[in-house]
């Protein structure tokens, strides 16, 4: 089992930045692939970013390439996720999750943390 705790969510304005951390236990982190993902009530969860075991490569939703940034440190045990230049639509629950093979885009993964809110003012 992997435990992922995710934190750093909250309210900002539009063109401000935040940056969510998900906080990793259970079993070796650098054995999985690392993803982050949102939703907003009523829709299904949309992929955002992922990153490889090593964190050599990454992989983004094209509506945040160029903005948001994905990063782990297998040291800490810790995956991030920097997001600037936020939007109102950026508005979701975000959330992290774990799947030992790497994966461009894919939303399948077998961990998830419980999620935080993020929410962009306009």
């Known amino acids: 089992q992997v435990q992922l705790v995710e934190s750093g969510g909250g309210l900002v304005q539009a063109g401000g930045s935040l940056r969510l951390s998900c906080a990793a236990s259970g079993r070796t982190f650098s054995n999985y692939a690392m993803g982050w993902f949102r939703q907003v009530p009523g829709k299904e969860r949309e992929f955002v970013a992922a990153?490889?075991?090593?964190?050599?490569?990454?992989y983004y939703t094209d509506s945040v390439k160029g903005r948001f940034t994905i990063s782990r440190d297998n040291a800490k045990n810790t995956v991030a996720l920097q997001m600037d230049s936020l939007k109102p639509e950026d508005t979701a629950v975000y959330y992290c999750?774990?799947?030992?093979?790497?994966?461009?885009?894919?939303?399948?993964?077998?961990?998830w943390g419980q999620g935080t809110q993020v929410t962009v003012s306009s």
């Open positions: 999750a774990a799947r030992p093979q790497w994966a461009a885009m894919t939303n399948d993964y077998n961990y």
């Open positions: 990153i490889s075991r090593s964190g050599s490569n990454t």
